[in-house]
């Protein structure tokens, strides 16, 4: 429950799934396909029941639907899949400038709206942007430490290394290009701990609703009286 309420009341960039809360939800029998009644009755047994013709649920949490990242990025055609990429990496901006980590920032937890807009649904391992740590990943100096199957570094709780990220992304050359072309600067160290920075000091970062391509450019903003 904490972490939900921390996305009702932190989420100022829309990236996050909103979760709406139901007790005793009833809902016509016939909406379900009888093999999925019959795996909810027999696993959520605790939390699902037949009243007559409908179902009960006596407490569940529902969110909008949408197409997992992971699978997205290797079935969709190749100019969806670049654009869904690059608001991938604009996503985790957009957390960051609201101070939200998303904790894993693995493909399997980023969704992928009906309108195309990618966000996160796994809350997990949410957390305050400003209380990690982010790390220079430490160089091996000898060959044990390059060999070494676990870190010969010491690593607290809240430390994080950028640096790591794009070997558990496994994402396909489309993806991988157009996310490092446009958002490079999130496997490096440095853009987080200048947003921490930032945040630290009471700026309050901008987020656009609209993609880059979409935002009037700076003459035409003066023109229109929007500066």
Known sequence: MRRYRLVFEHDRAGRLVEAHEFEHLRIPRDRFDPALLADLLRDASSTVRLNDEDVVIAHTYVERRIRPLNLFLFEANEAAIAAAARDYGQSIKDLAASNIFPGDLLTKNFGVTRHGRVVFYDYDELCFLTDCSFRDLPQATTPEQEMAAEPWFS?????????????????????????????????????????????????????????AERRLSSSLASVAGCT
């Open 155 to 211: 690593v607290r709780e809240n430390d994080i290394f950028p640096e790591e990220f794009p070997q558990f992304l496994r994402l396909p050359d489309v993806a991988c290009s157009s996310l490092l072309e446009r958002h490079a600067d999130v496997f490096r160290p440095e853009f987080w701990r200048g947003m921490q920075k930032k945040l630290r000091a009471g700026e309050i970062p901008e987020v656009f609703p609209y993609k």
